[in-house]
């Protein structure tokens, strides 16, 4: 197992065009995290998963963000109407949860930048 | 609401010397770990503690619950430390909330 990857590594979009990336995380790890970071800040939560579920989601992710892990493993997120707003490094991170623990170690993928023109 | 501060923001530091970092945090959490972030982008996970104090080797984490506090140092430091640290507090329900980081710039 190699970690967590995200696809594609960069992005570069006109404003209105819908893109999506994709999230693989560690095979065993049950959560798995999307993230937003601008240059300058610390990470920002958009939204989580345990298994396919998706247990929480910032008020960042508007109406225009929606995110799914259909199986349970690999996440896509994907943003509609692309504002320039939108222009930061998306990142994911994956964890295991155990019976107890509320939040395991996280491992982060590199994460996919994107740029809104 | 939920509230992470680090400081400081910046630190500049020679090589060899003893370095802390803090956070404060402003409600009651189940764990804190500490992040960095070098050049790029990618982050590690360096520390997730929840009591008490732990070490990896030049770096030592300690946590103080009562006073929401938590401090990470780094022993005679190292142009390759030179990144961004972040805290991140994790909430009860699995999502967590970073501080914005501190960059720490090592010179040789």
């Known amino acids: 197992d190699t970690g967590v990857s995200q696809d594609p590594r960069h992005k570069i979009t006109k404003r209105g065009q819908n893109v999506t990336f994709r999230c693989d995380p560690i095979?065993?790890?049950?959560?798995l995290y999307w993230y937003r970071q601008t240059l300058g800040q610390g990470p920002e939560f958009l939204t989580y998963?345990?298994?396919?579920?998706?247990?929480?989601k910032s008020r960042l992710l508007s109406d225009r963000f929606s995110a799914e892990r259909p199986k349970g493993s690999f996440s896509t997120l994907e943003i509609q109407r692309t504002e320039q707003g939108d222009s930061a490094m998306y990142l994911c991170?994956?964890?295991?949860?155990?019976?107890?623990?509320?939040?395991?170690?996280?491992?982060f993928g590199e994460g996919s930048r994107l740029t809104v023109l | 609401k939920n509230e992470v501060e680090q400081s400081p923001q910046n630190l500049t530091a020679q090589e060899g010397e003893f370095i802390t970092i803090n956070c404060s945090y402003s409600?009651?959490?189940?764990?804190l770990h500490w992040l960095q972030q070098h050049p790029g982008g990618g982050i590690v996970s360096l520390f997730m503690?929840?009591?008490g104090k732990k070490k990896h080797g030049r770096l030592i984490a300690t946590i103080n619950i009562q006073e929401k506090h938590s401090s990470l140092h780094i022993t005679a430091s190292h142009p390759r430390d030179s990144a961004v640290y972040i805290c991140?507090?994790?909430?009860?329900?699995?999502?967590?909330?970073f501080g914005k980081g501190t960059k720490l710039s090592v010179k040789p």
């Open positions: 409600v009651g959490i189940s764990a």
């Open positions: 998963f345990q298994n396919e579920a998706q247990l929480e």
């Open positions: 095979s065993e790890h049950n959560r």
């Open positions: 991140a507090q994790g909430g009860s329900q699995g999502n967590l909330i």
């Open positions: 503690l929840s009591s």
């Open positions: 991170a994956s964890s295991h949860r155990g019976w107890l623990a509320e939040t395991g170690e996280l491992f």
